[in-house]
C-alpha cells in the first residue's frame, strides 16, 4: 500500500490522512499511559480490541441519532473517521464517585452520586488537562454557549445509552470522557459531533455483581489481568474477533 501520510500520533492512536478528502484514518496502538504519560506500557492486543469496541458504540450511537465522527472500520486496527476540528475540552460524566472526584472531593470510590456529573477539562498535556468550567470555555473562545449546551445535551444522551448499555451486558458506566468535534458538511453546516474514541480507556465498566474493574484502572494501579478484561467488555458486547484472541496481535505494519 502505498506510504501515507501521518498526521498525528497521539498516546493510544495515529491519525493517517484518509483516502479521501475530509476523512482521516484512526489506528489503534497497544500502547497505553497514565497520569499525564509518566506511566507507559503496552497492552497486548487492546488495539485490536478497542478498533472494535468503539465501532460497535459509534455505530450504536448513530442508531438512536447521535452524530459521530465514525464512518467504517477498515481492518483490525484501523477506522475511517470524518476529519472534524476537535474542541479542546474533554467532558466527563460520572454516574458513581471514583477516580479524580474521589480524591478532589473526598467521596469513597463506589459512592453513587446524586445525579449524573459533567464535568469539563482543557485538553493540554503540558498544563496536565485542567479542570475548567464554562466560563473559563466561553471567555477562551473554545466552545460558545450554544455549543456548550449541545454538548452537555449529547453527554447526558450518550450516558443514558451506553448506561443501558453496558447494564444489559453486567456492566456498570461508572463514568467516561466524550470529545467532540466540529463537523462541516458539503454546504458548509457545522454540526457538533461526537469524536475520538469510546472504549475501556476511556471509561470505568464495573462489573454488577463483583465490581471488578474492566478498564485501564487495572493498568493504572497495577492489578494485573488487564488484556483479560479489555477481552471480557468485547466479549460481552459480543465482538470478539472471530477467530479469538489469537488474532489479537493484529498487523504491526503502520506505514
Ligand atoms: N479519562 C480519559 N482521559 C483522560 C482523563 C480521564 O479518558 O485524560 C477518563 C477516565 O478513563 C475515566 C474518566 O475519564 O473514565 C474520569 O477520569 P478521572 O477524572 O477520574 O481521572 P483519572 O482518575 O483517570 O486520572
Known amino acids: 500500500m502505498a506510504r501515507r501520510r ?16 475530509g476523512t482521516i484514518v484512526q489506528y489503534f496502538k497497544d500502547d497505553a499511559t497514565a497520569f499525564n504519560a509518566q506511566k507507559k506500557g503496552v497492552i497486548s492486543g487492546k488495539g485490536v480490541l478497542n478498533n472494535r469496541i468503539s465501532e460497535y458504540i459509534m455505530l450504536k450511537l448513530g442508531e438512536i441519532g447521535i452524530a459521530t465522527h465514525f464512518v467504517r472500520r477498515l481492518n483490525m486496527r484501523e ?21 479524580s472526584i474521589s480524591k478532589r472531593l473526598g467521596i469513597e470510590e463506589g459512592t453513587p452520586l446524586p445525579r449524573s456529573i ?18 473559563h470555555i466561553t471567555a477562551f473562545g473554545w466552545a460558545n454557549p450554544q455549543d456548550i449546551d449541545d454538548i452537555i445535551a449529547l453527554a447526558l444522551r450518550v450516558n443514558d445509552f451506553l448506561s443501558g448499555l453496558f447494564l444489559g451486558v453486567g456492566i456498570r458506566l461508572v463514568d467516561f470522557k466524550l470529545e467532540f468535534g466540529r463537523w462541516y458538511d458539503d454546504q458548509d453546516n457545522m454540526r457538533i459531533v461526537v469524536a475520538d474514541e469510546v472504549t475501556p480507556d476511556s471509561c470505568r465498566l464495573w462489573d454488577i455483581k463483583t465490581n471488578e474493574k474492566l478498564d485501564k484502572d487495572r493498568f493504572r494501579r497495577d492489578m494485573g489481568g488487564v488484556e483479560e478484561a479489555y477481552q471480557e467488555v468485547a466479549r460481552r458486547l459480543g465482538i470478539l474477533p472471530e477467530a479469538g484472541p489469537q488474532d489479537l496481535k493484529g498487523t504491526k505494519s503502520i506505514n
Do not use: T, W
Not at 118 to 135: I, N, Q, R, T
Open 118 to 135: 459533567v464535568e469539563f477539562y482543557y485538553k493540554s498535556d503540558a498544563l496536565e488537562d485542567p479542570m475548567v468550567s464554562e466560563e
Open 6 to 21: 501521518r498526521i498525528y500520533e497521539g498516546k493510544a492512536k495515529v491519525l493517517f490522512e484518509g483516502p479521501e478528502p
Open 79 to 99: 477506522q475511517l473517521v470524518h476529519e472534524v476540528e476537535i474542541i479542546p475540552i474533554e467532558v466527563v460524566v460520572r454516574n458513581i464517585a471514583a477516580g
